[in-house]
């Protein structure tokens, strides 16, 4: 398969010379699971945001879906992240509009007809299982339950690439099986899905596993069930 991000030695400093990322190359190819994995300050999140193109490389260069993220002028952003699906640990749901609003909220941003954004937004919900909550409003949700809301809203523009910082910290053994399942459904379908994570429970569901130490790529593992890249 081709390579969605490709990471070529990459390095990322932040003021008062911290360094987040050292000399990472790595490749992603076209609809892999891809768990990052370390302790804190390791880089993953670093990592992520780059590919969001929220932070920039200093050094090296990473490529995604085509495009330098180091050469990309800020009017290509928003085009190179309407093909992103983000999932912060906080999900920025908005209190005062309903779920099913939530996630219709990118959507309409980019134009699609209000029925159309309707109509998909409560197909995601029902992919994870929040159908029924959709006239709900987010202060009345679990923690659980508005990080699967934030999965709906991550994937409902149909996405390449998903990208997940820590999505179920915090959350018990039931409710993480969930959001990764919903992460997993997309994922058979030939989305790219990165995600960082402690939780080493899930990592039977990757295909690789890339462990950060201090910036630097430790190893990288598959497991048994994973496929090759």
Do not use: W
């Amino acid at each position: 398969m081709s390579a969605m991000i490709q990471f070529q030695n990459v390095s990322k400093c932040y003021p008062g010379n911290i360094v987040a990322v050292q000399d990472v190359s790595l490749s992603i190819s076209q609809g892999e699971f891809v768990f990052l994995s370390g302790p804190s300050g390791a880089g993953k999140s670093t990592l992520l945001k780059m590919i969001a193109a929220i932070e920039r490389p200093d050094t090296g260069t990473l490529t995604v879906n085509g495009q330098e993220i180091g050469q990309l002028k800020p009017a290509g952003i928003p085009y190179l992240r309407r093909n992103l699906g983000l999932i912060l640990q906080k999900q920025n749901l908005l209190p005062d509009r309903t779920i099913l609003a939530n996630v219709m909220l990118p959507m309409l941003v980019t134009g699609t007809p209000k029925d159309e954004a309707d109509s998909r937004a409560r197909a995601a919900l029902e992919k994870v299982d929040l159908a029924h909550r959709a006239e709900a409003f987010s202060p009345t949700l679990s923690e659980g339950e508005q990080q699967r809301v934030a999965v709906a809203r991550a994937i409902v523009n149909r996405p390449q690439i998903i990208l997940a910082d820590e999505p179920t910290a915090n959350l018990d053994r039931a409710n993480a099986n969930k959001v990764i399942d919903a992460i997993t459904f997309f994922q058979s379908a030939g989305v790219t899905c990165v995600i960082s994570t402690h939780d080493e429970q899930l990592f039977g569901k990757a295909d690789r596993i890339v462990f950060l130490n201090q910036g630097k790529i430790d190893h990288i593992e598959q497991p048994m069930n994973g496929k090759q890249a």
